[in-house]
């Protein structure tokens, strides 16, 4: 792992951008016979943010707790609310979800 000295981060930091950060939990429909068909319009959705450049990055999570995914969005916590507020799982009640607002580099990625 390279050492980064101060003058490198000084550089570096600026470069920073603001993005938000979704947590999606599980909701109180979470399970029921409904649960699969709003799940999959959920992620077909999340494909056409991703295709539009809105959703940055998407991680479901598959561990079995409360939490059901991760989303990093290139939008204001504003925005991101109201994208949210639009999702079919979040409508139905299958998801809840917290917004926050982050900082990212652009050009980040997954290996």
């Given amino acids: 792992m390279k050492t980064f000295t101060d003058e490198e981060m000084g550089q570096?930091?600026?470069?920073?951008k603001t993005y938000s950060v979704v947590i999606l939990k599980r909701g109180p429909k979470f399970g029921d016979d409904s649960t699969p068909g709003i799940v999959w319009e959920h992620g077909r959705r999340n494909f056409g943010l991703r295709d539009d450049g809105v959703l940055a990055v998407v991680l479901p999570v598959t561990d079995g707790s409360e939490v059901c995914g991760i989303a990093?969005?290139?939008a204001t916590v504003d925005e991101t609310t109201a994208i949210m507020g639009d999702d079919p799982g979040v409508a139905a009640?299958?998801?809840t979800y917290d917004v926050h607002a982050c900082l990212g580099f652009p050009g980040d990625s997954l290996p």
């Fill in 93 to 95: 009640g299958v998801f």
């Fill in 12 to 16: 570096l930091l600026p470069s920073a």
């Fill in 72 to 74: 990093v969005f290139a």
